[in-house]
C-alpha cells in the first residue's frame, strides 16, 4: 500500500448487537480524540470503520460487499477511503479478510480497538495492520473519556462467553468472560450521566455473569451493581441484556421487585422449546426450568415484560420438536422476541452434526414461529392500551411536534406536544400496533390528586 495523507473525517458503520454499538461508540470517540470528525451523512470519509457482526452468515457476507461498494465508490471519486474492519468477523476472519480484500489496510477484533491510532499511524505510512488480541481490560483503560451522549446510553460491563452453546461463534469472537471493575463502571455510568444520560442499559453476551466487588470489599453480582447505579440522582432507569438462564440469581429476580429504576424488562433467550434441542445445544437448561424461572420473575414484578431469542433449523430438529417451540411461546406470551434461521457457523460443533435441515424446512418453521410472535407482540401491546407510564423521549417523529420514545416495557411509544430530547413524559397510552403504540400525553392537571 502507498502512504496517504492522515484522514481528516471518519465514519464508523456498526452491525449487529448493542455490545458493537457500544463499541463503534467508543471507537468514534477514539477517533474524535485524534483530531478526526465525523464525516457528515451521505459526505467522503477519509477513514471507514466496518465494525462487523459474525453470529448470523448474512452478517458475514455483507462485509465483504460493503468493502466493495467502498473501494469502487473511493475510485470513481479518485479518494479512495481507509478502510478499517472492526468486530468479530475481524476477529474470527482477520488473515481472510487480508488476503481477500487488499482495499482494508487495518483489521482489529473487539478486544483490540484501543490500538486503532497506532494501526492508522501505521496505514497512513503505507503498512497493513492486524490486530486481534484479547487483553480486553487493558482496552477500557486507554479509552477517552465519554463525550456528550443522547438520553439512553450503553454500558459494557461484561464481555466474552463461557457457555459454548454449540451453535454460537461468539465465546471465539469475543473470549472468556470478563467483568469489568467496579469501580471503573461506576465512574464510567457516573460520567454518562454527566454528559446526558437519563437511562443505562447494562451490556454483556453473558450480563448476568458479571461479578465484582464493590466499595466495602463485599463481592456483589450484577444486582448489587445495579443497586450501586441505582444511588446515583441523575439516572432515572437501568436496563440489561443479555442474560443467561443458567447464570440468574435469587439476587436478580429480587431487584425487580425491590429497585424502581430498574425496568420491569426481561431479555432471556431460550432458543428452543425442546428439551433434546436444548442439549443438543449445550444450553444446560430445559424448557420446564426456563418456564419457571420466568415465573419467579412474574413473581417478583407481576407486570414484568419477557423477551426472548429463537432459533429454528438446529440441527437434527424435529417437526415435533419444533410444534415444542411453539407451545413455550404460547405458554410465556412474549411482548418481543428475535428469531432466527438456523446458520452454521464455521469451527461451532453444530457446523459439522447430522441432520442439518433445508433451507425451505426453514423457511416454513421461521414463518410460523415469527407469525407466533408478532401475534403475541401485537397481543402485548393491545393490552397496554390504557395504561399510564412515563416515557423517555429519545428523538423527533417524522411530522413536527411529534416525538419518539420508550414506555417502561422497551415499547416504542410516539406522542405530540412541546417536548424536548431527554424529558421524561408521563403519558397514556392510547392506541396500540404492531410495533408501536400512540400516547397522549397528561397534562398536570389530567394526573389523578
Ligand atoms: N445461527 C442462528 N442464530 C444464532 N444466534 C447465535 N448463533 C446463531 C447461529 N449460528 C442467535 C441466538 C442468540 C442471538 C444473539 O443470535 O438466538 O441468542
Ligand atoms: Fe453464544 Fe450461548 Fe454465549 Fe449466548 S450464551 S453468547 S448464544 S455461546
New binding site residues.
Partial sequence: MRPTPPPRTYRVKSFG?QMNVYDGERMAELLAAQGIAPAADGEHADLVVLNTCH??EKAAEKVYSDIGRLVKDGEKAGKAPLIAVAGCVAQAEGEEIMARAPGVSMVVGPQAYHRLPQMLDAAVQGHRATDTDMPAIAKFDALPARRRIGPSAFLTVQEGCDKFCT???VPYTRGAEISRPYSDLVREAEKLVDAGAREITLLGQNVNAWTGTDEKGRAIGLDGLIRSLAELPGLVRIRYT?SHPSDVTDGLIAAHGEVEKLMPFLHL?V?SGSDRVLRAMNRSHTADQYLRLLERFRAARSDIALSG???VGFPGESDAEFEETLRLVDAVGYSQC?S??????PG?P?ATMDGQIAPEVMDERLQRLQAALNRDQLAFNAASVGKRCPVLVERKGKKPGQWLGKSPWLQSVWFEGDYAIGDMVDVELVEAGPNSLAARPLTLEALPA
Fill in positions: 448487537c453470529i448470523r451453535y454460537c461463534v443479555t433467550p432458543q431469542d429463537f432459533i428475535f432466527f434461521k438456523y446458520s452454521p457457523r461451532t453444530a
